[in-house]
């Protein structure tokens, strides 16, 4: 699999400027994932296009963030480095591959689109704007999966079908709500609903609760990123 689109399909930026071959993303500081130079092969002059990508973020007022996954050159992430941007953010790419089979254990509301509620709870648990999160959720067809209590999601989950493969995204509990396997239920349903051959998830390397559980549910590590922030 090529997780470097995929990633990028699936959370589309919604402002993308080719910068050959490189693409540079823009979508109003919401995820460095929307907002950074997603890095695929080595440019004539590099440092030339570090320093035209460097333009393009302090024109919209942001830092400069590049996005290094397996498309990567090391010569790119060595060159930042040497400039002083920092490593942040080493994120894992982990893929269950026949898709896991299990039945939730809550019931879970599906939809095509995400309500109000659904984008509150998301941007609630990671700190985001929910405007901005739906524009960026609406550029590709997926699911929305919530548990909801008195009316109110309290877990939520995208899942976003990719040919054969299912992403799985905004994965999020309430803090209140954790620890109940609420998180599980979400996972599995979107897994079931989309009915795919397999499915693939992004966690960070630090997060290890979230790691265990997916490695619970088949889920092993295949690819892996990280960024450069000016």
Known sequence: MDFDRLVDEAWPALERV????????????????ANSVLVSGLPAD?????????????????????SLGTSAPAEVDSLLEAKGYRLADPTLVM??????????????????????AWLDTWAGVEGRD?????RICAGVPAWYAAVEEDGAPVAVGRGVPQGDT????????????????????????????????SAY?????????ARSLYRGEGFEPRGAYHYRVS
């Not at 570090?50 to 400069?64: N, P, Q």
């Not at 893929?95 to 109000?116: K, L, T």
Request: with cysteine; glycine share 12%.
């Open 18 to 33: 080719p910068l050959e071959p490189w693409t540079l993303r823009h979508s109003l500081g919401v995820t460095k994932r």
């Open 201 to 209: 998830l992004v966690v960070t390397e630090g997060n290890v609760g």
């Open 166 to 197: 299912l992403g799985i995204y905004c994965m999020a509990t309430r803090p209140w709500a954790r620890r109940r396997g609420l998180a599980r239920s979400v996972l599995r349903a979107l897994v079931r609903h989309a009915g795919l051959a």
């Open 95 to 116: 893929v269950a591959a026949p898709a896991p089979g299990g039945h939730p254990a809550h019931e879970v509301r599906i939809e095509d689109h995400p309500w109000p």
């Open 46 to 66: 590099l440092a030339e296009a570090v320093g035209e990508a460097e333009k393009f973020y302090a024109e919209r007022g942001g830092s400069t963030v590049f």
């Open 130 to 134: 929910p405007e901005v999160g739906g």
